[in-house]
């Protein structure tokens, strides 16, 4: 990448943060002076802020220096799935919630939502997470095979999958069951 492209997109991405906060405390905004009562939507919604709002990830991306090593690791990988997948799965699901007994005029299992999202939360930090240490660390993408050093943290990333998919399941059993 020539010098040009990559202070540009160094600069881009430092850009992009500055949408991205106004867009949390708009959100965070909206709760002021609110009386919050716990219920699975809101649960949802606010794990939603929790993995959206991670600007400290934000600088790391767009130093130049950065720029090849993140990209070509699992880092960039956790990096873009905190955004794309966690920010508009959490918001997805805490939506689901709230328009679920609207629209069909049933009623889930308060419980069992909280534990579903709450799964969910634990099985995405579970699975996301090993992958910053794991890029930070220097393991490659595209391999089909690591170095045993890599293992621990690619097991630990394969169980949070597990975990993420069984709180998934329990959200949409107890929002399909009549």
Known sequence: MSGTALYSFSL???LVAIPSAVKVFNWI???YKVQLICKPFLLGNSLHLCIY????????????????????HPFVLAHFHFIVFGGTGFAFFGAMHYWYPKITGRMYDSKWANTGLLLFFVGFITLYG??????????????????EIFHAGNIVSSIGSWVLY?????????????
Not at 53 to 72: A, F, H, K, V
Not at 131 to 139: E, I, Q, S, V
């Open 53 to 72: 709002d991670r600007r400290i990830l934000r600088p790391y991306s767009g130093i130049p220096g950065n720029q090849y090593t993140s990209s070509c």
């Open 29 to 31: 905004a909206t709760m």
């Open 130 to 147: 090993p992958m910053f240490y794991l890029g930070m660390k220097g393991m490659p993408r595209r391999y089909y095979d690591y170095d």
């Open 12 to 14: 881009l991405t430092f």
């Open 166 to 178: 069984s709180g998934a399941a329990i959200i949409i059993i107890i929002c399909s069951i009549p």
